[in-house]
């Protein structure tokens, strides 16, 4: 599978932006799908994740109640909608596609990360 984000740009602070990650090889509802971000001099964090059974999200605390996670099965994408932005939230911005391995998330295939810039 091949995964593909794209939409970020540069939004002011509390303005919006929607990330997409659209898939090629195979079906992204069969998978569990998360979006990470990694700002400059920080470690990689998993902002949200949808699961593949319910469609349950999952969210950092850092974005819970500002990001909402959903899918578009019609376009073989998983969307990542970015209301109430902040300057930190400014980041390069990657979808993965999970694995879980003896009983452990991991990530096997990702997408080539999108640029969010967050001006205050």
């Known amino acids: 599978v091949q995964l593909q984000a794209y939409g970020g740009g540069l939004a002011q602070a509390g303005g919006s932006l929607r990330l997409s990650c659209a898939a090629s090889?195979?079906?992204?509802?069969?998978?569990?799908i998360a979006w990470f971000r990694q700002a400059p001099g920080k470690e990689r964090e998993r902002v949200s994740c949808?699961?593949?059974?319910?469609?349950?999200?999952y969210y950092a605390d850092s974005v819970k109640g500002r990001f909402t996670i959903s899918r578009d099965n019609a376009k073989n994408t998983v969307l990542l909608q970015m209301n109430s932005l902040k300057s930190e939230d400014t980041a390069v911005y990657f979808c993965?596609?999970?694995?879980?391995?003896?009983?452990?998330?991991?990530?096997?295939?990702w997408g080539q990360g999108t640029l969010v810039t967050v001006s205050s």
């Open positions: 993965a596609k999970e694995v879980v391995i003896s009983r452990t998330p991991a990530y096997d295939y």
């Open positions: 090889g195979s079906t992204l509802d069969s998978y569990i």
């Open positions: 949808i699961s593949s059974s319910d469609g349950s999200p």
